[in-house]
């Protein structure tokens, strides 16, 4: 529910629920009713007022089936800019896909290196 979420984003953040109003310019009583879900369908200007402070948005507020943000955003902002960037400048996806495998051989590789170094340190023979 709407309320239940509201009502967790605002304790991560350490807000009471006078506080949390005052910064989103909501009523008290009224994001009390929502948080106990006396009330279950706030407009669209009450969840943008209260999804601000709350470092959230509005979408993630009213899909009740998924469980945290990073469900709802698959690629953050900053990947989002990385991307577009990569791909005006002529990478296409072989060329990505390309990329992914030598970063995971590079990993594979420095993995596989210290445990050599670390069985080593052990007198262990590898």
Do not use: V
């Amino acid at each position: 529910m709407i309320g239940e979420r509201i009502k967790k984003l605002r304790m991560e953040k350490g807000y009471s629920i006078t506080q949390l109003a005052a910064l989103a310019g909501i009523s008290k009583s009224y994001l009390s009713y929502i948080e106990r879900d006396l009330r279950n369908n706030p407009s669209l200007e009450f969840l943008g007022k209260i999804a601000k402070p709350l470092d959230t948005t509005i979408e993630f507020l009213l899909h009740e089936n998924i469980e945290n943000e990073s469900e709802m955003k698959l690629i953050d902002e900053e990947w989002q800019k990385l991307l577009n960037h990569a791909i005006n400048n002529g990478l296409n996806k072989e060329d990505f896909q390309t990329l992914q495998e030598f970063f995971i051989f590079k990993h594979w590789k420095e993995k596989k290196k210290m445990n050599r170094l670390i069985n080593e340190k052990n007198g262990e023979n590898y």
